[in-house]
């Protein structure tokens, strides 16, 4: 199969708009090396693109993107951690200001774990992954009254305080917090109206964002 064409169309397109705009910028950085302020850790959900909400421009957001935005707890073992060394490189190597954990709404995975779907293979990732979100489980508690809609809100929002706590496990990134170096935050995008809440740190209500722009179309 060829390279696929939507690609090669979505790369023309940028390079006669966006390259256009950022030609310096992006020979700027590659003289001077990235020096993000921000890290996002995001879901991989084809339609929660940290860089698309922010409008982020190359150069200001480091990414990470997994299955239902977890942070894994810290953990130097003999294996390989992916999530734990982009938490390393943006804290230790690229200094970052902010780590933002961006959940979301109709989150496939927090979904998958709610209702406990069967894993794909007896041998899958997905499951023992998705075992991460446990202790936000049990802090959303019992689904109760709610309807499910509103039990996988409450889910997905515990589930980025679960990833906040758990960055914390980090020695050198808590050691920068408790410094005031770098910040941490949560926040969560509503992918049907568009519309960003974010967590506050006091109280772990999750707000709306301050905005001017056009109302959001419910
Ligand atoms: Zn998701």
Known sequence: MPFPSRLIEGY???RTGRLQREQDRYRELAESGQSPAVMVIGCIDSRVSPEVIFDARPGELLVVRNVANIVPPYQPDEHAHGVSAAIEFGVVALAVKHVV???HG???GVRAFADEAEPLTPGDFIGKWMRLMAPAAEKT???????HAEYLTRLEQA???N??????TFPRLREGVEDGRVALHGAYFGVATGELLIRDEATGAFLPAAGDGAPFRR
């Not at 508690?141 to 309807?147: A, E, K, Q, Y």
């Not at 990833?163 to 914390?168: F, G, V, W």
């Open 163 to 168: 990833s906040l706590d758990n960055l914390m």
């Open 12 to 14: 023309r397109s940028f």
């Open 141 to 147: 508690g019992p689904r109760g009254t709610l309807s």
């Open 159 to 161: 589930n980025v305080a």
């Open 106 to 108: 109709q989150c496939g």
């Open 101 to 103: 954990v961006l959940g």
